[in-house]
C-alpha cells in the first residue's frame, strides 16, 4: 500500500487550515473615518500609523461610550477621547492643544480611531494608541 499521496494533501490541508486562522485573527480594515482622522493627527505626529486591531478596539470603545451615555476611558490602555467635535480636524487640533493629549501622541507609534454618536447626535472620538 503506497501512502506518498497521502502527504502532500494532508500537507495542503493543514496550511489551508493555519491560513485560515491566521486571515480569521486578522481585525478588518479600519473604516474611512478613521483613515481621516489619522491624516489630520498626521499634521502635529507625523510618525504615526493606523492599527487595525486598536482601530477596532477604539470603534467598540466609542460605541460603548454612545450607548451608555458616559465620558470616560477604558481601562489598562493609553488613550485620548473627544467628544462634541464635529470633525475629525477639529476633534485632532484639540488633542494637540492640550499637553495631556499630544504627550499620548507623541509617546505613540500606532494609533486606532473610532468615532459614535450619542442619542443627542453629539460625537464622541476615542484614540487608541501604542
Not at 8 to 37: I, K, R, V, Y
Not at 88 to 99: F, N
Not at 111 to 129: D, E, P, S, T
Request: net charge positive; aromatic share 8%.
Amino acid at each position: 500500500m503506497n501512502r506518498r499521496p497521502l502527504i502532500p494533501a494532508l500537507t495542503a490541508a493543514a496550511l489551508f487550515s493555519l491560513l485560515t486562522l491566521a486571515a480569521a485573527e486578522e481585525p478588518p480594515a479600519p473604516p474611512a473615518e478613521a483613515e481621516q482622522m489619522l491624516t489630520c493627527c498626521k499634521k502635529f505626529w507625523p510618525g504615526l500609523q493606523l492599527d487595525g486591531k486598536l482601530c477596532e478596539q477604539a470603534q467598540q470603545w466609542a460605541d460603548h461610550l454612545a450607548e451608555t451615555g458616559k465620558f470616560c476611558h477604558g481601562k489598562n490602555c493609553r488613550e485620548n477621547i473627544a467628544r462634541g467635535y464635529a470633525t475629525p480636524a477639529e476633534t485632532a487640533k484639540a488633542w494637540r492643544l492640550s499637553r495631556g493629549h499630544a504627550a499620548n501622541f507623541r509617546r505613540s507609534i500606532l494609533a486606532g480611531f473610532g468615532c459614535a454618536r450619542y442619542a443627542n447626535g453629539r460625537r464622541v472620538w476615542v484614540a487608541r494608541l501604542k
